[in-house]
């Protein structure tokens, strides 16, 4: 009987482990929340954690958990390693303890113990990284997590719950290597496919940023916009802005691309644009600045209204010929002479006969 428990549970706990590793990737991208079968639910804070250190020296991540469920929670303490997934930014979590990375943090963590959170209580959790006196200079990464177990009624602990953690952002001091290039930017229709010839608006706007350093940088700036006569139209944020507590700039983690996109709108635009992208990064700053144009122009619109002048122009071309053949024919008709009133075919004129005088009025005309 024992033999066959052990035999279920192994499938049971693989089942498990797979299942905790899903949640732990589904719910970091929902920052500060984790819920779970049963109502388990807590937060976390912060979500994003930046830190500092010389090499020997030690460093604590300070998070707060908040257990929102109706009942306690045994919470566990796990580390990870993570990178760039894509070019979006989101982060990939390793869970593989064989993929090791150059920018490895997860073994400098110091974890705490299981401890427990009542229904409704906040803890503070003072975690401590070591970093060794050998360390690599530059950015060292990995997600602190937490998983939250319930307790049954038969007071064992139920198995499928929710995973959260805080990512830390380590800065190792020593050669550090600042480098950002623009792997492109372009011009694009609204669903970012490239292109620099537009029909009308929205334009938006692609940049694709490459970290070729050894540290996580913030590149961040504007996309000045001019028309053809060089007068600026519009001038757009690129990845945040530093001075916006709401709206801060976003890091690029080392060797990684990260792609940032804009959209210009509200704008009634025509003709030949200049869009110029200029950038700062790293301590001291450093600059970007690349430059692209594209056109806007309401190809069916103007099309449409060159065919509707030249149908215009036709229409008046014809309407003057028809006039003029219509004065013609009337002044031709004016000049020509009218025919002979009273003319029969067939009849014959008689000639006209001057009556002789006769003798009695050669008389009269003798007499007087």
Known sequence: MPSALRFSATPFRIVAAIATALFACLLLLVP?????????????SPTLIELSADPGETKTATIKLTNLSDTELTMTAQS????SKNETGEPNIIFDDSESTSHSLKNWVALPEDFTIASKETKTVDVPIDIPEDAE????????RFTGNAK???????ALSASIGSLVMLKV????QQKVSVASFYSAHKNFSETSFFE???VAFVERLKNE??????????IEIKNTFGKVISTIRVNGDPGQDDNLPKSVLPQSIRRFDQSLEGKRLFGKYKATLALTYGDPQQKIEQSITFWVIPYKLITAIILAIVLLVVA??????????????KAQDMQRPAPPANTNQGDKAEPSVVPKPDDTDQQDSNKL
């Open 32 to 44: 500060g929340h984790a819920h779970a079968q049963g109502g388990q639910a807590f937060s976390i």
């Open 80 to 83: 990870n390693d993570f990178g």
């Open 137 to 144: 200079p530059g950015g060292h990464y990995a997600v602190i």
């Open 152 to 158: 049954a009624e038969d007071g064992s602990q139920v």
């Open 173 to 176: 001091s020593g050669e550090i």
């Open 200 to 202: 009308y608006g929205p």
């Open 213 to 222: 350093g050894n540290i996580h940088v913030k590149p961040t700036g504007t």
């Open 316 to 329: 008046i071309r014809f309407g003057i010929r028809r006039y003029n053949k219509h004065i013609i024919r």
